[in-house]
């Protein structure tokens, strides 16, 4: 088993091993944050991949697209992430966590004792269980090694079936059509992003795609999927219609990564439960990023968020928790995407119970949404309206009441919109 070393130099937390169970951003934060915050102790920091942690939003877009290479993904340049003195072990799963003494075991049969441990083993991506989808070759969109083997599929007059509308799948879709491809996206739901976002945004989104070129199917279902002698497959829909493609991709969900957690006997539901400071019901242990469920406040409600913001901002507070810092991570629910020429943002989570005020057209090429309850905006979302978003996120953030008529004026600025 590997052993805690110590020279006697040092005392507290700088004696200690803090171990990091996930490469991802969520997990590089953490370790760059331990060293930011003066831990000089050991560090070791576990992926199953082979790449050092990266940033995920890039998959779907530059990297997709071959207009960036993987490592531009990087979260740290190689000098960087060397002078963080980690013990990297790279292509490494850990199998169990002894709770009781401390240490892991891992793919490698190697142990490991810890003294305080730091899970940021985010999600995978949701695969496909209709009859013939385990013979098809069935893309899904999650790691780098992803992106670099669906971009491969990626080239004019190929056809590709985008199975799910939600973010990833419209992602996916945009680029393939960018790089010439015929693009159809299923969608099982009667709009697009239908969990995620009210029904003026899914109009804007099917009306953006169908200008582009991109065929949108709504409350489809598939019963099938069958793979040709040729290589291409077919996908049999529950109307009895036929679709036939030479690509395909499964944008439909993530499934957290809580099977280590579960088994160790650490509260999940939907993923890791963690309090506001991130610890899980060890005290010794600490859950960020993907999988971890946290309480939020302006959700009312537990919830897990996947988003770039989230895998960053709970990655260093997972960290400071560890190292006895004071922490209270009750984040503004902040999520992105790009989409052709269009960057929607959404801050907070709008509510059927929330009034609308509307900046802008939905379908124009700049608008934004606001959703207030009485004179206090609650959430806000809006296309390529960046600079009126970061105004509404600080009064969303301050429960400062505005005036909804000059918030609803366009000529009126942000900063002249309060009550």
């Known amino acids: 088993m590997d052993s805690v070393q110590s020279n006697g130099a040092t005392a507290g937390l700088s004696a200690r091993t ?19 915050e003066g831990f000089a102790g050991r560090i070791v920091l576990i992926g199953n991949e082979s790449h050092p942690p990266y940033e995920r939003p890039p998959l779907s877009k530059s990297v997709l697209a071959g207009e960036a290479e993987p490592a531009s993904s990087w979260l740290l340049r190689p000098e960087a992430f060397d002078a963080l003195g980690l013990e990297w072990r790279p292509d490494t799963r850990v199998n169990r966590i002894d709770r009781n003494a401390k240490w892991l075991e891992m793919s490698d049969g190697r142990t490991l004792a810890y003294d305080k441990l730091i899970l940021c083993t985010g999600g995978r991506a949701r695969t496909l269980t209709v009859p013939g989808a385990h013979q098809a070759r ?7 090694s992803d992106a670099l083997s669906l971009a491969q599929e ?25 790089k010439g491809c015929d693009v159809t996206v299923l969608e099982a739901q009667g709009r697009l992003c239908e969990r995620s976002v009210p029904p003026e945004i899914s109009e804007h989104l099917l009306g953006l795609h169908a200008t582009h070129g991109v065929h949108i199917r709504l409350g489809v279902h598939i019963t099938g999927i069958a793979r040709g002698a040729d290589g291409r497959s077919a996908l049999t829909l529950a109307d009895g219609d036929t679709l036939a493609c030479d690509a395909i991709v499964a944008g439909v969900g993530l499934v ?3 099977d280590l957690a579960r088994d160790a006997g650490l509260d999940c539901d939907g993923g890791i439960i963690v309090d506001e400071r991130c610890s899980t019901s060890d005290p010794d242990i600490f859950a960020a990023g993907d999988v971890a469920v946290t309480p ?28 006895g810092l004071p922490v209270v991570y009750q984040p503004l629910p902040w999520f992105w995407s790009d989409q052709y020429d269009m960057n929607l943002q959404i801050y907070g989570v709008p509510l059927p119970s929330h009034r609308i005020v509307t900046r802008g057209m939905p379908g124009d090429n700049s608008f934004a ?7 206090v905006i609650k959430a806000a979302l809006g296309a390529n309206a960046a600079r009126d978003l970061r105004f509404a996120r600080r009064l969303i953030e301050q429960s400062k009441p505005v005036d909804a008529k000059r918030l609803a004026d366009a000529d009126v ?7």
Do not use: C
Request: proline content about 4%; charged content about 15%.
């Open 369 to 375: 949404l606001f959703y207030l309850e009485g004179d």
């Open 413 to 419: 600025p942000m900063g002249k919109v309060s009550a």
């Open 18 to 36: 803090i171990a990091i169970v996930g490469a991802g951003q969520a997990g590089g934060w953490a370790a760059q944050t331990l060293r930011n």
């Open 154 to 178: 990626f080239r004019p007059g190929r056809s590709v079936a985008v199975i799910g509308g939600g973010w990833i799948g419209l992602e996916v879709a945009a680029t393939a059509r960018q």
């Open 256 to 258: 957290p990564n809580e």
């Open 138 to 144: 069935i893309h899904t969109l999650r790691t780098i």
């Open 296 to 323: 939020n406040p302006w959700a009312g409600r537990r919830m897990r968020l996947e988003s770039w913001q989230n895998a960053q901002e709970q990655g260093i507070a997972a960290a400071r928790a560890a190292l």
